[in-house]
């Protein structure tokens, strides 16, 4: 009975020792209350029942290792199978202690079937270490399936949440990904499983994407779209996706929609390793923004940052205080955008997500300058850029060069911020990531026009800005660039010009009059009408 108890565990609940023992109950009870006398063991109260606990690990060690392998394994495979019957309504709580029992059983059927369970639930609850654990042992039990199909077919189930679990740990980039990104694509199209390959093309729509291969990871949207629909509870995940793409290729009117969709079709027993709702309002705040809408957006960021504080999901809520410090920066509420920042960073660093702590530093770099702390910003933003590359992302590298340009004008280093938006404009056109291509032009123009010689320059990169940003439908990045246009053209002399082209786009906007950019527009005009 003692090495039964050991095999059990540290805790050894009544009612799973009585379905694991084969005599009667008063025998049971007579073996417990002697070991009890014996003080190997006592007795407590438990939630369902009571449960017996080893007085010392040095004795539960000891009657462990006295155990003959075979008989051994037998104990761990009964236990198991015992609790499986025992809590078959409420397995979920069970999966991790059911899989040790297997695995150090000669069941390797059952062992894979709850180490992938065990894993996947690992994986939702965003707690990485143990998940890629729990999966990179259920995999080293696939290779041993002898079936060429089978082994294949439990590969893709198990690579799935592997692939998320990895992504949790070391980021949506991470270079390890590689070889298995591609494996379980070619997996999810041989078997065309739709539950299968949906959350395949999510994971490797979402590895290029950050990589920064934004014209492949569109191929693998499109495919995304067209089977999500076929499941129905990942269609609000596959939105999200589509959206998130769209929103740094600049596509903003499409990612509005993707995303809201998202928001529209979300499944409260949708399960996957980052929140498609929560993460759908934060992104969908930002794109609000940049399509003129300033209150829209701050009421969906609000929502969204309840929404995930509620959720208590650690990754969820770093993504989405991500995208919060992104809003504060563009409403110029940089004291605020430098708080989120800095609990983005802190999420990052507690629990082990460094592809959140570097995005928080980012975000710390941008409220830096917005707080007129440049050279800070520039080795914040520094700093960020190399962590990003470390774990393989280049999404946002062209925002990052961006601000550090902006930095490096505010210091008076021309020369330096016309190479780093040189640079900027090098990774947009690399990536198509177009998210801030408006704003690359605009702002070397705005360095431009401290070299008296280039005026000309500096106009068709004014120009340029306001083509893209209105080609993009993005009304803030228009009025932007236009009040840098108007501010070239009353230098110039052309006053009334410069009046009515920042009328109109100020016009347009029927909201967020007491944010910094349309005080600023409202301020340039008056100034023109003087």
Request: glycine share 6%; charged share 25%.
């Amino acid at each position: 009975m003692l090495q039964t108890l050991a095999v059990v565990g540290r805790k050894a609940p009544l009612e799973l020792i009585a379905r694991t023992y084969s005599g009667s109950q008063h025998q049971l009870e007579a073996l417990l209350s002697e070991l009890q006398t014996d003080e190997f063991i006592y007795k407590r109260p438990a939630v369902r029942d009571i449960e017996y606990t080893f007085k010392h690990t040095l004795a539960r060690e000891v009657a462990y290792n006295l155990l003959v392998g075979d008989r051994r394994k037998t104990l761990h495979e009964r236990i198991g199978a015992a609790m499986e019957q025992l809590y078959s309504g409420q397995l979920d709580d069970h999966l991790t202690e059911i899989a040790r029992h297997y695995r150090c059983s000669a069941n390797d059927r059952k062992a894979l079937e709850y180490l992938r369970r065990a894993g996947a639930r690992a994986v939702r609850r965003a707690a990485h270490r143990e998940a890629v654990e729990l999966l990179s042992a259920a995999m080293q039990l696939v290779l041993q399936i002898r079936d060429d199909k089978e082994r294949a077919k439990t590969e893709l189930a198990v690579r799935i949440p592997l692939n998320a679990a990895i992504m949790l740990r070391s980021g949506y980039a991470a270079p390890e990904l590689k070889e298995s990104i591609e494996r379980t694509l070619e997996l999810a199209r041989e078997f065309d499983d739709p539950r299968h390959r949906t959350s395949a093309l999510i994971s490797g729509g979402a590895f290029l994407l950050v990589r920064g291969d934004l014209e492949r990871a569109r191929r693998l949207v499109d495919e995304l779209l067209d089977f999500a629909g076929r499941q129905q509870d990942l269609i609000s995940a596959a939105n999200f996706y589509c959206g998130d793409l769209l929103f740094w290729r600049g596509e903003f009117s499409a990612a509005r929609v993707c995303l809201e969709r998202a928001i529209a079709h979300h499944d409260l027993k949708t399960h996957t390793f980052q929140d498609p709702l929560t993460s759908s309002m934060a992104t969908l705040a930002n794109t609000l923004w940049i399509l003129g809408y300033p209150d829209q957006a701050v009421a969906m960021s609000d929502r969204g940052v309840r929404a995930a504080r509620e959720l208590a999901h650690p990754f969820t809520l770093a993504m989405v205080l991500s995208e919060m410090t992104g809003l504060f920066v563009k409403l110029g509420k940089y004291q605020e955008a430098c708080e989120a920042a800095n609990e983005t960073v802190t999420l990052g660093s507690e629990y082990g997500f460094p592809v959140w702590a570097a995005f928080g530093s980012v975000g710390r770099g941008q409220a830096l300058l917005g707080l007129n702390q440049p050279n800070e910003a520039i080795i914040e933003l520094r700093n960020a850029i190399g962590s990003l590359r470390s774990l393989g992302t280049h999404l946002c590298l062209a925002g990052c060069l961006l601000w550090i340009a902006e930095a490096q004008i505010k210091l008076g280093q021309i020369e330096a911020a016309l190479a780093t938006l040189k640079e900027a404009g090098t990774e947009t056109e690399r990536a198509s990531d177009r998210l801030y291509e408006a704003e690359v032009y605009r702002l070397t123009g705005e360095a431009l026009a401290m070299i008296q010689s280039e005026a000309a320059r500096e106009r068709e990169n004014f120009a340029r800005a306001i083509e893209i940003a209105r080609h993009q439908s993005a009304k803030s990045w228009e009025l932007r660039a236009t009040m840098s246009m108007a501010r070239l053209l009353a230098q110039q002399g052309r006053r009334d010009e410069a009046r009515t082209m920042l009328a109109e786009i100020y016009g347009w906007f029927t909201e967020g009059f007491d944010t910094v950019d349309l005080k600023d527009a409202k301020a340039l005009l008056d100034e023109l009408n003087g």
